[in-house]
């Protein structure tokens, strides 16, 4: 007896005009930080954009102003030049590239703009699941979905990972990126295929737990292979 052929999944409508742009919601993410004045640092903050200078410093011979402030009481310590300054300690184990993707703040003058860089890939991977639940073709119902997709995040923890200046977003949000990519490849359109790999590619450079949680969804990908061709 001849086993029937899988049928392909369809592939998911492109997103149209205005819609290009819902990702922008996930501005709404920021609450957290605009509320209370500020974005979220923490100890760890400071080691991962000590890191980042110290690279700096040896490519181009001078420390972020940021870290030329003196650490010491001049009056016991000689005075040191703020070349000399720059960052007393760095400690390993932490990502380079997640301290350069901070870094990128300090040289644009605000610690804002990591945090609005990650509002906005929030927002994009909420419209990447949301176009698998409504076709975005369906324009009135899409948008619907968006906005009450977006306003349940708000009221989650999202938003306060959000204004962390940590890597811990990059692995949360790199969890539903590859759920999608196993589930939902062959119903994705190219672009949208390169956005969840970028996202999980980051966070495995942001973050080692990553790189387990990616070995675990392997396994997964490898069992459901399995199960597909003892079923066709």
Not at 8 to 23: H, K, M, N, T
Not at 105 to 132: D, T, Y
């Amino acid at each position: 007896m001849q086993s029937a052929e899988k049928p392909e999944a369809p592939v998911i409508s492109p997103l149209q005009g205005r819609q290009r742009l819902y990702f922008l919601f996930g501005l709404i993410l920021l609450w957290p930080a605009i509320f209370l004045g500020d974005v979220f640092a923490f100890n760890d903050t400071i080691s991962y954009l000590r890191g980042a200078d110290t690279l700096a410093y040896k490519l181009f011979g001078q420390h972020h102003p940021f870290f030329t402030i003196p650490l010491v009481d001049e009056a016991v310590t000689p005075a040191t030049s703020p070349a000399e300054a720059g960052p007393s300690m760095v400690l390993y184990g932490r990502s380079i590239y997640f301290g350069i993707f901070l870094y990128v703040g300090l040289l644009a003058g605000s610690l804002w703009v990591p945090i609005l860089a990650q509002a906005m890939a929030a927002g994009a991977l909420i419209v990447a699941m949301v176009r698998h639940f409504v076709e975005p073709v369906d324009r009135s119902a899409f948008l619907r979905a968006c906005l009450v997709t977006f306003a349940v995040a708000a009221c989650t923890p999202l938003a306060f990972f959000v204004c962390y200046l940590m890597p811990d977003l990059a692995v949360g949000l790199a969890l539903p990126a590859m759920a999608l990519m196993l589930v939902g490849w062959d119903r994705e359109r190219l672009a949208w295929r390169y956005f969840l790999f970028g996202v999980c590619l980051f966070a495995a450079f942001a973050h080692s737990t990553a790189v387990a949680v990616f070995l675990i969804f392997g396994a997964g990908a490898l069992l459901i292979a399995a199960k597909r061709r003892s079923v066709f």
